[in-house]
Structure formats: C-alpha cells, structure tokens
C-alpha cells in the first residue's frame, strides 16, 4: 500500500480516540502513570499533542537546514480533564492531516533522525507511530488491551521504519511495531534497547536533489505506479522501474537497506523527478558498493546526473558522524564506490568521469570506473 499520510492519521486518529474515550471516565485516574513511563496518562496525552503540534509547525515553518524546532508547546490548560485531554489529541492530529494533505511538494522540516530533516510523508508517519504507540502505553495503566489495525501498522513500519525486517507470515503488525519500538518481543530477533525510525535521505545537488525512495513507493513504481512522485515528461524511465524492483525485492527478503536504496533525482526548480540514482545494494565483503543511475532522454544533457552522483558520492564515502551509526550502516568498512557502463556509452563515462571516479580495469563486457575512499 502506498503510504497516504492524511488519509492515514484520520485513519489513526479515529481508532485511538475512539479506544482512549472508554477509558476517559471518572472511573479511571488519568494521573497515574502511563504504562512503562514515567508521564502520567495526562501528561502522555499532552506529549502526542505537543507531537501534532510540533510536527505541523516544522513543516509550515519550512524548517529544514535550521536545526532546531519551531519555538512553540502545546500544553493543556491547568485543570483539564481526561475527556478534555481526548479532545485536544483529536484536534491536534486534524491540525497535522491538514498541514501534511496541503503542504507543497518538496518542503521538508528539520527533525534529528537520521539525517537532520522529513518531509510531509513522515512526519504524516511520525505522527501516527507517537499516537498509537502511547495510546497503547495510556491503556495499559489501566490493563486495556489495543492493538492499532493491521494495514496501518504495516503501512508505518514500511514508511518510517525499512532498516527492520518486514512482517512475515504469522506475525502480527501490531506486535512487529511494538518490538521495532523497544515495547515487545519478536520471535528469532534480539529484543531493541535503543530504537529510531527513518526520515527518507535529502541529498542537495545545485539544480537538483536526491530524494530517498521508501519501499512502499518503491514497490509501487516497480508495478507501474509513480510512487507517489511527481515525474517530468518520459518518466519514469525503465532503468527506474528496474533499480525499484530491485529495492522492493531486497525490503521483502529483509536485506534492504536504507542508506544504499534508491534516490529519485527530483529537479529543484519545479520539483519534478527526473530519473533515478543509488547503489546496487550495501558495499560488499571486499567493502565496494556498485552505483547507477537513469534519467529521463528530455532531461539529459543538463549536468544533472553529475551533480547528483558527486553528492551521492560524497554522502557515501563520509557516512554518518557517529562511528555507532556508520558501523550500523555500513558506510565505516565502505572502501569505495564502483560504477559499470557499456563501452560504447561515452556520456555515462563522461559523468563518472566528471564526478571524480577513474578508470579501471574492465570487467567482463563492462567498463569500470572507481573513487576510492581516501
């Protein structure tokens, strides 16, 4: 299922308000703490609304690149009562479905994980995990039992979380999120003491940008979708729809991952795909990772494929910050990047050329061009 995320939190929010109202009665004390947190079941409420609110405020605030959030709390009024809480949730999670259903392609908000930024899409995500997550927690102080539905269990962890394996046959989505939150066990995984979701990866590139491709748009594109992208005349071309099966198979065998996926190469000035980028998957044993790529024929010639492949490049080859997460990742065995063209295409030479990779020998019916990691 392609991931709709206003459809998805009025979807969301109807199911928790409507579990978090048995239960917002005289007969239960909403200042007792919520299941395994230290907040009080009101104060847990007051979290998933400062999380609406918060979320919202990132994206109508054009945040991205300040790294910091929108100066601004959502609190409750003193005095407020569980049935007042409920409506401030409910109210709240309309406030993100309206920003997220208009806010314009291409806008991103600052958020810290991973990679210092989301956009619509996932905070839509974010905001849905936050709800149905402490809805849980708010319900078990009181030994209620919720589950959120299936098909939106598995359309968040899809979305906001494709490093974890996949649901497979027999388990539920409800359980697979609890555990991917550190909150359940799973059968054949260790349990989770530290967990993060994932933002797709923004990657600015002069007159465009790399967008990561999540799995369920991935998947979407591979049957003969748009995946949920606006695409510039000609586009999708096949290379994409070839490069997104090969994700979407590697999310359903539990292999995917995220940082070595596939990027749509979106042109800034209209915010319109114009082919696709990314990696054949993470390095290999030797510690090299194969990059490729395909552009619409209207939107060749331009200097984007270049662009783009020395920012993917230079993403790769410095990994993330934290020496945890770049093990966690791959990128701190990454030895280098390796490309492979038909000999007779000159004009993929002339980019990887240009981007700074070098010839090397060939390989079988293939040219090679490699940038070592220095």
Known sequence: MLFNG????????????????????????????????????????????????????????????????????????????????????????????????????????????????????????????????????????????????????????????????PVRDGESPWSVLLWATGRGDREGHAPLERWRWHNPIHLPAGPVELVEVAPDAAADLAEGGDGGIQWAEGGPFKGTRGAAARTAKAYAAGTHRPEWGMFAVVRTEDHRAVGAMGFHGAPDEEGWAEVGYDLVPAARGNGYATQALRALAAFALAGPADPEQAAHTGHAGLVGLRGLADPGNTASHAVLTRAGFTRAPDRDADVVFELRRT
Request: charge should be negative; charged fraction near 20%.
């Open 6 to 165: 206003g459809e998805l939190i009025d979807e969301a929010t109807a199911h928790a308000v409507r579990a978090l109202r048995a239960v917002a009665t005289a007969e239960y004390d909403w200042t007792r703490p919520a299941g395994g947190l230290e907040w009080s079941c009101l104060d847990t409420a007051e979290h998933i609304a400062g999380d609406f609110t918060g979320y919202a405020t990132q994206l109508t605030g054009r945040t991205a690149g300040t790294g910091a959030y929108v100066p601004v709390e959502a609190k409750l009024d003193e005095g407020t009562d569980a049935d007042g809480a409920v409506r401030v949730v409910e109210a709240t999670a309309g406030l993100l479905a309206a920003v997220v259903r208009t806010t314009p392609a291409g806008v991103r908000g600052w958020h810290p994980y991973p990679y210092g930024s989301a956009d619509a899409a996932g905070f839509a995500a974010m905001g849905i995990v936050e709800l149905v997550l402490h809805t849980y927690d708010i319900l078990r102080a009181f030994d209620v039992a919720y589950e959120a539905p299936a098909a939106l269990c598995e359309a968040v962890l899809t979305r906001q979380f494709p490093h974890v394996p």
